[in-house]
């Protein structure tokens, strides 16, 4: 298993968001994570990666890592791709991609910056534009390729398709297909539509309240009734 | 004219010790959010280092360099001891803070150095005047030291990964820790920068206005008008803004005011700066978080 | 937010003090803090003399000029690292006034107050407008650029120049069986307790609760439709004129004005005076008052560096581990005996 989760519980401050949560992703697996807002989804990937506080157990790679700092998790090949994209504005879209190899020291760098162009060819285009100019579809695409500039072992993303055209949306899904067909990465995916989701995914959970309620293979969760009515739409 | 020229000249000397004070400061403040008030006592410490160091018989660049590493070590130190533990704290907490480490090394420099006023040397002098009499050997030297400080911090920022990731770790710490920056270290060493070219300037003012321990006070005031007035969160902008400041302190010492109202020329840049351009020349108008 | 202003949540019903002994009781609890603090007041007239009374008074009028920078920064929450600068014209309009055109003291404090609230209104008018930073840089600039600015020829015949201007303590009306000494500390501890009283009203009006709200909830107070700029510029002007009237206390009795003793160290001891004593605390000033007059002067027997290091320490130690200052403590020591504290703070 790349990322083995066992009883994780996280909250800010006094408030317990997540009260307990099992869930795994395989290598080069693509497992999502779905739920209605305020679920803790969101709080779930910030727990992976230390960046709010959590107890519970978070093997990566075999090693536990709960309690690491945030920098350390990314250094062990966990790439975050945050909500709001987290992506630096000021900067340009190649120098936001170099931050992403910062960690590196390979000299296949160059090599992937080639990779980020022929998967995003739109990119390619804006490549001395500051990112804080860019179309938000424009951004997410940099974000997420920001992160694989990282060659990390697992990609976490939150809402890849948050707030973008559905013409949009299908491109990206379509370049995360092909990302993890020739990269195998493994993949956490946060998302809402759930039909995408389902459709990449070899894993799904289903998030209520801080709790999973229904965990399976994602074919089977496609199936579930209850699914279907609250997700899913028909 | 020559008068003028002359003028002109003396004003881009000092122009870019201002020019370095409020690089040090920009660079601070863009990534904590405020403006580090003991600025201006560090560099005055690290000046009485330079000091004690040529006194004790190093050649003067070798202390030059001695000290720019002792400048950096105390930067960082300072950035550990004393910033880390409050950076969440709030606003007043870390005005505070800076107010009191004002206090602490400007009276601890007094204490240990004396409160005289001493000669600092140049390296420059015995050269006598240059360009046709206009501007001093020192005054020269110390444009060329100050121009050579300032291209170098350009390009760390700009072509070195340690410097691409020290702007990203100040422009959004989270998502440079998601990409395994080390923020914290980054700060650090942003600090250490700092505190060394605010050094430098210490340097290179103090043959001009002689060492004491309240030696950086008013080149501190200018930095800050310099800062404003290119804009607090743009680092080229305050480089210009100092040069400009340091050209209208000048001409406007001789024509305008007297030199008595020096302090008071670069107060009225301030106010002046916030009533006609708030966000200054080239930058954005910040909103602290106050 | 309870017991903050106005009186305490709980007031004694006279109907429960049916037996004597706790009609009493009650009657000690409620009449004694104000009695005892005003023969607290008064008593240093008698037991001290000369000198010691006259620290007293410098300590008195430290207390009225911490408390006009605690208005704006304890209760408005903005940064001015530059009082001094109006503690130098409060005692600059009344030095020059009193010596160059025979004005009587009192005549001379609405102009000092008057000029302060003015230049505190110019100078905080563009800084407030774009938020906190730009005030603590411009008010730190004015503190260092104010002791070049008082001694400059153009202003010489008023403010005397590098030498300043001397003039004397008012005497004491025949009626009053007082030395100058203690008519000076009668004036400052009534000038300063009129400040204080109306501070405190101040800090519970409307005006100081929208300030707190401010402070506090920027961005709620902003969407409902308060003008936050106009208020804290107010706030501001106040402010200055009540640190201006402490700098007037403070020429008449020194009796003596110089530029360099209203430069920077001037606003940065205010600074911490207001720190140590409690930020946005009435009393608070009062503590801080006392420790700017006399935590140096024992610091300064060790070395002349001394002073400056012991601040900046206890200035951080009070930052990081007691922000709420002396008067916090003492709140909290009061309220674990049971003794309802009137501080009227937040
Ligand atoms: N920084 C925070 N401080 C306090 N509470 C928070 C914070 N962030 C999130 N929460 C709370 O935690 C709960 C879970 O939030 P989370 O962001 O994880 O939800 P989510 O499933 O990602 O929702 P969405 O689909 O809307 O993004 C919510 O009730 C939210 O209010
Ligand atoms: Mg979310």
């Given at each position: 298993m790349l990322l083995e989760v066992k009883g994780l519980k996280a909250g800010y401050g006094t408030a317990a968001v997540l009260h307990g949560l099992d869930f795994e992703v395989g290598e080069g697996d693509v497992a999502t994570l779905l739920g209605a807002n305020g679920a803790g989804k969101t709080t779930t990937l910030r727990a992976i990666c230390g960046m709010v506080r959590a107890e519970g157990e978070i093997v990566f790679g075999g090693e536990r890592v709960s309690k690491e700092a945030t920098e350390s998790i990314a250094r062990r090949g966990v790439a975050h791709v945050p909500e709001g994209r987290g992506t630096f504005m000021e900067l340009t879209v190649e120098e936001n991609l170099r931050l992403g190899a910062h960690t590196r020291r390979d000299p296949k760098v160059r090599q992937d910056f080639e990779r980020m162009c022929g998967w995003f060819p739109l990119l390619k285009e804006r490549w001395r534009q500051q990112a804080g100019t860019l179309s938000g579809g424009e951004q997410q695409m940099l974000a997420i390729a920001r992160a694989l500039m990282m060659r990390p072992r697992l990609l976490l993303l939150d809402e890849p398709s948050f707030g973008l055209a559905p013409l949009i949306v299908r491109d990206i899904f379509g370049i995360l297909r092909r990302v993890r067909e020739e990269s195998g990465v493994g993949i956490l995916l946060v998302e809402q539509n759930a039909t995408l989701a389902l459709d990449l995914a070899e894993r799904a959970y289903l998030l209520e309240t801080g709790r999973i309620v229904l965990a399976g293979p994602a074919v089977e969760i496609r199936q579930d009734e209850a699914i279907r009515r609250s997700y899913l739409g028909y | 004219m020559d008068a003028f020229l002359l003028q002109l000249a003396a004003g881009v000397a000092t122009g870019g010790i201002y020019a370095s004070v409020a690089l040090a400061i920009v660079m601070i403040y863009r990534a904590t959010h405020h403006v580090n008030f003991a600025q201006g006592e560090m560099a005055t410490l690290s000046t009485f280092?330079?000091?004690?160091?040529?006194?004790?018989?190093?050649?003067?660049?070798?202390?030059?360099?001695?000290?720019?590493?002792?400048?950096?070590?105390?930067?960082?130190?300072?950035?550990?001891?004393?910033?880390?533990?409050?950076?969440?704290?709030?606003?007043?907490?870390?005005?505070?803070?800076?107010?009191?480490?004002?206090?602490?090394?400007?009276?601890?420099?007094?204490?240990?150095?004396?409160?005289?006023?001493?000669?600092?040397?140049?390296?420059?002098?015995?050269?006598?005047?240059?360009?046709?009499?206009?501007?001093?050997?020192?005054?020269?030297?110390?444009?060329?030291?100050?121009?050579?400080?300032?291209?170098?911090?350009?390009?760390?920022?700009?072509?070195?990964?340690?410097?691409?990731?020290?702007?990203?770790?100040?422009?959004?710490?989270?998502?440079?820790?998601?990409?395994?920056?080390?923020?914290?270290?980054?700060?650090?060493?942003?600090?250490?920068?700092?505190?060394?070219?605010?050094?430098?300037?210490?340097?290179?003012?103090?043959?001009?206005?002689?060492?004491?321990?309240?030696?950086?006070?008013?080149?501190?005031?200018?930095?800050?008008?310099?800062?404003?007035?290119?804009?607090?969160?743009?680092?080229?902008?305050?480089?210009?803004?100092?040069?400009?400041?340091?050209?209208?302190?000048?001409?406007?010492?001789?024509?305008?005011?007297?030199?008595?109202?020096?302090?008071?020329?670069?107060?009225?840049?301030?106010?002046?700066?916030?009533?006609?351009?708030?966000?200054?020349?080239?930058?954005?108008?910040?909103?602290?978080?106050? | 937010m309870e017991g903050v202003c106005g009186k305490p949540p709980i007031r004694p019903n006279p109907a429960d003090a049916s037996q004597p002994a706790r009609g009493a009781a009650i009657r000690l609890r409620r009449y004694l803090p104000p009695v005892a603090s005003l023969a607290a007041i008064l008593a240093p007239l008698w037991l001290l003399e000369g000198f010691h009374l006259f620290q007293l008074t410098v300590a008195v009028i430290m207390a009225l000029a911490v408390l006009g920078l605690n208005i704006v920064t304890g209760y408005s929450g903005q940064i001015s690292l530059g009082h001094g600068a109006f503690f130098a014209i409060g005692a600059y309009v009344t030095a020059a006034l009193m010596s160059h055109a025979g004005w009587s003291f009192w005549a001379t404090l609405p102009p000092s107050a008057a000029l302060c609230g003015i230049v505190g209104y110019g100078v905080g008018l563009p800084a407030l407008r774009l938020g906190g930073l730009y005030l603590a840089l411009v008010t730190f600039s004015l503190a260092v650029a104010v002791p070049q600015l008082l001694k400059h020829r153009s202003l010489e015949a008023w403010t005397g120049g590098v030498q300043g201007l001397f003039l004397s303590k008012p005497e004491p009306p025949p009626w009053l069986p007082l030395d100058p000494d203690q008519h000076m500390y009668l004036l400052a501890v009534l000038v300063a307790g009129c400040c204080f009283w109306l501070t405190s009203n101040l800090v519970c009006s409307r005006i100081g609760l929208a300030l707190m709200a401010i402070r506090d909830h920027p961005v709620a107070a902003e969407a409902s439709g308060m003008d936050i700029a106009a208020l804290k510029t107010r706030a501001f002007a106040v402010s200055a004129m009540i640190t201006g009237v402490a700098g007037a206390l403070s020429a008449v009795t020194i009796e003596y004005v110089a530029p360099d003793s209203f430069g920077l160290p001037l606003s940065i001891t205010l600074f911490v005076g207001m720190v140590v004593g409690g930020v946005a605390s009435v009393l608070g000033p009062v503590f801080g008052g006392l420790f700017v007059l006399f935590v140096p002067s024992i610091a300064e027997s060790i070395s002349r560096a001394t002073p400056g290091v012991v601040y900046g320490v206890i200035l951080i130690v009070f930052l990081v581990g007691m922000p709420d200052g002396i008067a916090g403590l003492i709140r909290r020591a009061a309220q674990r005996i049971g003794w309802s504290a009137e501080d009227r703070t937040t």
């Amino acid at each position: 298993m790349l990322l083995e989760v066992k009883g994780l519980k996280a909250g800010y401050g006094t408030a317990a968001v997540l009260h307990g949560l099992d869930f795994e992703v395989g290598e080069g697996d693509v497992a999502t994570l779905l739920g209605a807002n305020g679920a803790g989804k969101t709080t779930t990937l910030r727990a992976i990666c230390g960046m709010v506080r959590a107890e519970g157990e978070i093997v990566f790679g075999g090693e536990r890592v709960s309690k690491e700092a945030t920098e350390s998790i990314a250094r062990r090949g966990v790439a975050h791709v945050p909500e709001g994209r987290g992506t630096f504005m000021e900067l340009t879209v190649e120098e936001n991609l170099r931050l992403g190899a910062h960690t590196r020291r390979d000299p296949k760098v160059r090599q992937d910056f080639e990779r980020m162009c022929g998967w995003f060819p739109l990119l390619k285009e804006r490549w001395r534009q500051q990112a804080g100019t860019l179309s938000g579809g424009e951004q997410q695409m940099l974000a997420i390729a920001r992160a694989l500039m990282m060659r990390p072992r697992l990609l976490l993303l939150d809402e890849p398709s948050f707030g973008l055209a559905p013409l949009i949306v299908r491109d990206i899904f379509g370049i995360l297909r092909r990302v993890r067909e020739e990269s195998g990465v493994g993949i956490l995916l946060v998302e809402q539509n759930a039909t995408l989701a389902l459709d990449l995914a070899e894993r799904a959970y289903l998030l209520e309240t801080g709790r999973i309620v229904l965990a399976g293979p994602a074919v089977e969760i496609r199936q579930d009734e209850a699914i279907r009515r609250s997700y899913l739409g028909y | 004219m020559d008068a003028f020229l002359l003028q002109l000249a003396a004003g881009v000397a000092t122009g870019g010790i201002y020019a370095s004070v409020a690089l040090a400061i920009v660079m601070i403040y863009r990534a904590t959010h405020h403006v580090n008030f003991a600025q201006g006592e560090m560099a005055t410490l690290s000046t009485f280092v330079a000091l004690t160091l040529i006194q004790a018989g190093l050649p003067y660049w070798v202390a030059f360099a001695a000290t720019l590493a002792v400048s950096f070590v105390m930067g960082t130190l300072v950035e550990r001891l004393i910033m880390r533990p409050v950076q969440h704290a709030p606003v007043l907490t870390q005005v505070g803070v800076y107010i009191g480490m004002l206090l602490i090394i400007g009276n601890l420099t007094g204490w240990v150095f004396g409160y005289t006023t001493k000669v600092f040397p140049s390296p420059f002098e015995g050269h006598g005047p240059a360009l046709g009499g206009l501007i001093s050997a020192h005054q020269l030297g110390s444009v060329g030291v100050t121009l050579a400080v300032l291209l170098l911090v350009y390009l760390f920022f700009t072509q070195t990964s340690l410097g691409l990731a020290m702007r990203g770790a100040a422009y959004n710490p989270a998502s440079a820790k998601m990409v395994g920056i080390r923020v914290g270290r980054m700060l650090a060493l942003g600090w250490g920068l700092a505190a060394m070219i605010g050094a430098v300037a210490g340097m290179m003012v103090a043959p001009i206005v002689f060492l004491d321990p309240n030696m950086m006070l008013g080149v501190l005031l200018y930095a800050f008008a310099g800062a404003l007035l290119g804009g607090i969160d743009n680092p080229a902008g305050a480089v210009a803004g100092g040069f400009l400041v340091g050209v209208l302190e000048n001409l406007a010492g001789p024509y305008l005011v007297g030199t008595e109202l020096k302090l008071t020329v670069a107060l009225a840049i301030i106010i002046g700066v916030l009533v006609l351009r708030p966000s200054g020349l080239f930058g954005r108008i910040v909103h602290a978080r106050v | 937010m309870e017991g903050v202003c106005g009186k305490p949540p709980i007031r004694p019903n006279p109907a429960d003090a049916s037996q004597p002994a706790r009609g009493a009781a009650i009657r000690l609890r409620r009449y004694l803090p104000p009695v005892a603090s005003l023969a607290a007041i008064l008593a240093p007239l008698w037991l001290l003399e000369g000198f010691h009374l006259f620290q007293l008074t410098v300590a008195v009028i430290m207390a009225l000029a911490v408390l006009g920078l605690n208005i704006v920064t304890g209760y408005s929450g903005q940064i001015s690292l530059g009082h001094g600068a109006f503690f130098a014209i409060g005692a600059y309009v009344t030095a020059a006034l009193m010596s160059h055109a025979g004005w009587s003291f009192w005549a001379t404090l609405p102009p000092s107050a008057a000029l302060c609230g003015i230049v505190g209104y110019g100078v905080g008018l563009p800084a407030l407008r774009l938020g906190g930073l730009y005030l603590a840089l411009v008010t730190f600039s004015l503190a260092v650029a104010v002791p070049q600015l008082l001694k400059h020829r153009s202003l010489e015949a008023w403010t005397g120049g590098v030498q300043g201007l001397f003039l004397s303590k008012p005497e004491p009306p025949p009626w009053l069986p007082l030395d100058p000494d203690q008519h000076m500390y009668l004036l400052a501890v009534l000038v300063a307790g009129c400040c204080f009283w109306l501070t405190s009203n101040l800090v519970c009006s409307r005006i100081g609760l929208a300030l707190m709200a401010i402070r506090d909830h920027p961005v709620a107070a902003e969407a409902s439709g308060m003008d936050i700029a106009a208020l804290k510029t107010r706030a501001f002007a106040v402010s200055a004129m009540i640190t201006g009237v402490a700098g007037a206390l403070s020429a008449v009795t020194i009796e003596y004005v110089a530029p360099d003793s209203f430069g920077l160290p001037l606003s940065i001891t205010l600074f911490v005076g207001m720190v140590v004593g409690g930020v946005a605390s009435v009393l608070g000033p009062v503590f801080g008052g006392l420790f700017v007059l006399f935590v140096p002067s024992i610091a300064e027997s060790i070395s002349r560096a001394t002073p400056g290091v012991v601040y900046g320490v206890i200035l951080i130690v009070f930052l990081v581990g007691m922000p709420d200052g002396i008067a916090g403590l003492i709140r909290r020591a009061a309220q674990r005996i049971g003794w309802s504290a009137e501080d009227r703070t937040t």
